[in-house]
């Protein structure tokens, strides 16, 4: 069994440890670097090498012999719709390329050849960005197990990521959305523009996490028509967001139209009770909807910038704001909706003017 442990160097920086018992018997330590992450993905390969008797033995490795171990110890640590993401790039992308390569034979040049041809193929930024990211983790992980002396993708900065233009609905569309809109579907709309819940956490939602009394709605879950019913994206996305009154009325409408179900049951489900189809939700009744409104098509995840510009509109601070969208930082919030912020400059160059005139400058 091996154990993680932190240690500080002499000017202060975390360095996470894992000790363990090598085959000798002696108790041993590896580095595994400053993240308790990359601790966990080191001891769980330790363990595993341990354990199958082979520790020791994979000094330089072929890259598709070190992706093995490299595997194994992430799935442990990622959502298993993450894990899948890298298996795929991995078997598509990286075992094409690296797989016959040593280890120790891959330098920040083989780095930027890779990234080269993948531009050269036509792949998008935003392909392209996440292959650096998932390959850096993978050389960073082996640099942290010692397999190799450094990470090459250190000096080396990733392709920048394209930004979609954002687009949302007004404060005057989401009424005129929502009033064109019937049923089931408005009740779904109106989850979505006025408590700004992803698609996959509208459609996870239950009736018990509707607290009317309360006046919350209770983001615990995340449904994904691959992997089922999960956690929500990210530990943060775990939240409550106000249930606010336009909204209470319209889920009690459709709550009674349900003919009274149980807590445990799907608000949001199909003819047999299970979760919608996104496909058909996105192109056939989302789109519908619009139509009926008069309005512009948008990305069913619109709604959720939305969602915020209404927040925004009605003066919401930007930490309330993070907190509604389960953002993981304020400085998630504000690189996303920023621009969104009424009067930012205005209200600085009036604070400064003050200052410089009460200060006689």
Not at 225 to 238: A, I, N, W, Y
Request: net charge positive; aromatic share 8%.
């Amino acid at each position: 069994m091996a154990h993680i442990f932190k240690r500080y160097k002499k000017n202060g920086d975390l360095r996470y440890v894992v000790r363990f018992r090598a085959p000798n018997g002696k108790w041993t330590e590896r580095v595994a670097g400053g993240t308790r992450e990359a601790a966990e993905i080191l001891k769980n390969r330790i363990e595993c090498e341990l354990n199958e008797g082979v520790f020791g033995t994979g000094d330089n490795p072929l890259f598709k012999d070190y992706i093995e171990g490299f595997c194994r110890a992430k799935k442990e640590l990622v959502k298993p719709s993450t894990y899948e993401d890298y298996c795929r790039v991995i078997r598509n992308h990286f075992i094409p390329y690296f797989g016959d390569m040593r280890l120790s034979k891959i330098k920040p040049a083989t780095v930027k050849d890779f990234m080269f041809l993948m531009e050269e193929k036509g792949l998008s930024l935003e392909t392209r960005g996440k292959l650096f990211r998932y390959l850096k983790s993978i050389l960073q992980t082996a640099w942290h197990w010692g397999v190799i002396d450094r990470d090459p993708t250190f000096t080396i900065q990733r392709p920048r990521r394209a930004h979609r233009v954002m687009d949302y609905l007004t404060p005057e569309e989401i009424k005129i959305l929502l009033s064109k809109t019937q049923g089931e579907m408005k009740a779904l709309l109106s989850v979505a523009c006025l408590a700004g819940l992803r698609q996959g956490e509208i459609l996870g939602l239950k009736w018990r996490d509707i607290d009317f009394d309360r006046e919350k709605i209770s983001v615990v879950r995340n449904y994904s028509p691959v992997h089922g019913f999960g956690p929500p994206k990210t530990e943060s996305s775990r939240r409550a967001v106000p249930l606010i009154p336009k909204l209470a009325e319209t889920l009690r409408a459709h709550h009674n139209s349900q003919g009274q179900p149980n807590l445990n049951d799907l608000v949001f489900p199909n003819s047999i009770g299970n979760p919608k189809d996104r496909t058909n939700l996105t192109n056939r009744e989302f789109k519908r909807a619009l139509r009926r409104a008069g309005l512009r098509m948008i990305r069913f995840h619109d709604l959720r910038h939305s969602y915020a510009s209404l927040c925004i509109a009605a003066g919401i601070n930007p930490k309330a704001l993070q907190q509604a969208m389960g953002h993981h930082s304020v400085e998630t919030t504000l690189d996303v909706y920023a621009h969104m912020l009424p009067g930012s400059y205005t209200n600085i160059v009036e604070k400064m003017e003050t200052i410089l005139a009460l200060n006689n400058l």
